[in-house]
């Protein structure tokens, strides 16, 4: 039987297609979770810590009271000798390239032209006052998400920073050490165990143990995503959407199949919520694939192993398509998290790509991505690379717009002041002009 789900793009019924388009995003909308998230914040709105400590007793089965909430310095000093010194210079090695990336990303963010005789504009670039960051736990130990958050958060300068993580069943309330060492590399002190959802909620408003922060960013479940939406009614500023991963593979007949296999396994382990595609125009190579993808399943832990499968067969599978043009115009349609170019020509194809939260050619695997080359890994979901990008410190930096002008630039301007301020009825903006003897009486 065939582990992946197959399609052929122009006969697709539409029934497979509105489901592989709308993957798990429906779940976060889903009106009982989206009302049991307006519970939980309404309840930490209200009660603070104690209904923070009331989500982690209902949710995780962990009896917290207020005061264990914050990480304590003796745990940072526990976890830095609880991680292995490989992971430990892996996640140096990824703060080091993600900082450095994220450097050169804002390094024009500040910025002033003459785009006329002295007529000067420009914008100057400063960063948020205040951000949380969500890293989730409930699926295994993520390091990683901290140094793709955390890292930009530093680089852009945001003063205060929180870092919110749920613990972990065993030991009883422990905060994943990996985690922690990230937090001391970067030097973030304030980290916080809370459930995802009162958690995020906390944040959003404050108690007597969380700071009020100005936007939460992070990824997470659907209870996570939801509470990062309904927080935004009460003014503070999230990023959409961080929901279940999501990964196209896109590849012609010169791809190699093991290969081609390992790269779909990749994001399709992370949860049954995932979704994995491969799009092509050979049936030979979906053939190819599928019986590698049945080889390297059987490596896989048994749980892994049916996040996978379901990642492939439910809301992804393989897209057999006419040619790689049609293969864009899908990719572009679909606009995912991750995208993979496995051809002989990926920039070509790279440059017919419009909407993509990363797009990752020739070589490189979406593991490498995830990890340590740098780039963003915390990417819209859900269709929203159509209108949002991945966390980088632009994140974390807003501008004021700066304009100065010369009496003379101004006196050019003046006429086109006047003209709008009086054929808007604003009598005192065109004063504002003629008050410096401009524009006549």
Known sequence: MAALARYVLEEISPEDRGRIMRRASEEIFEP?????????????????DEAVCSALARFDGLELAPPQLPVSPAEFDEAATAVAPAVVDAIRLGIANSRAFNERAIRDASWREEIAPGHVVGEQASAIDSAGLFVPSGKGSFPSVLIQ?????VVAGVRDITVVVPPMAEPAGAVDPAVLVVARE???????RANGPAGVSALAFGTETFPCVSRVVGPGSPAVTAAQIRVQLYGCSTVMLFGPTESIVVADESAEPRIVAADVLNEAEHGSDSAALLVTPSAELVDAVDTEIEVQLSSLPEWRREFARSAISHFGGAMITRDLAEAAAFVNEYAPEHL??????PDDFASQIEHAGEILLGDTPFSAGNYVLG?????????????????????????SSIAQTTPDALARLAPGIIALAEHEGFPAHAAALRSRGLGGS
């Open 32 to 48: 009982s979770l989206v009302e049991s998230v307006r519970q939980i914040a309404e309840d930490v709105r209200a009660r603070g």
């Open 149 to 153: 958050i955390g890292t930009p958060a």
């Open 186 to 192: 970067l030097g973030l002190e304030r980290v916080i």
């Open 340 to 345: 993979l170019v496995s051809m002989r020509n």
């Open 375 to 399: 780039v963003p890994a915390t990417l819209p979901t859900g269709g929203f690379a159509r209108q949002s990008s991945g966390v980088t410190a632009r994140t974390f930096l807003k501008t």
